[in-house]
């Protein structure tokens, strides 16, 4: 069974700094590209940050030069510091994992920057 489960989700004051976890199991971790996405409702989900199996990654163009993203092949797990945050950064937070015509996603982790 397939699981991604996410953590690290928080109240945080503007400027402040969260890092998120995704611990993976039921899939060969290593070989997938991982990805964080983000909803806030009435709005699409969106890419925040994507990492490749090799590490090659990107970002959205708005989180660019404040989150990174990052993963740990040893622990299954993908991370995403995220730095300077902004109200508009409030969102549920996914961890989603793709391989080919697999993908998977986590239950969500609620971010909120407010003051």
């Known amino acids: 069974q397939v699981q991604l489960v996410e953590s690290g989700g928080a109240l945080v004051q503007p400027g402040g700094s969260l890092r998120l976890s995704c611990a993976a199991s039921?899939?060969?971790?290593?070989?997938?590209?991982m990805a964080w996405f983000r909803q806030v409702p009435g709005k699409q989900r969106e890419l925040v940050a994507r990492?490749?199996?090799?590490?090659?990654?990107n970002y959205l163009d708005s989180v660019k030069g404040r989150f990174t993203i990052s993963r740990d092949n040893a622990k299954n797990t993908v991370y995403l510091q995220m730095n300077s945050l902004v109200p508009e950064d409030t969102a549920v937070y996914y961890c989603?994992?793709?391989?080919?015509?697999?993908?998977?996603w986590g239950q969500g982790t609620q971010v909120t920057v407010s003051s």
């Open positions: 989603y994992a793709t391989f080919g015509s697999r993908d998977y």
């Open positions: 039921g899939i060969s971790f290593s070989i997938y590209a």
């Open positions: 990492i490749a199996s090799g590490g090659r990654t």
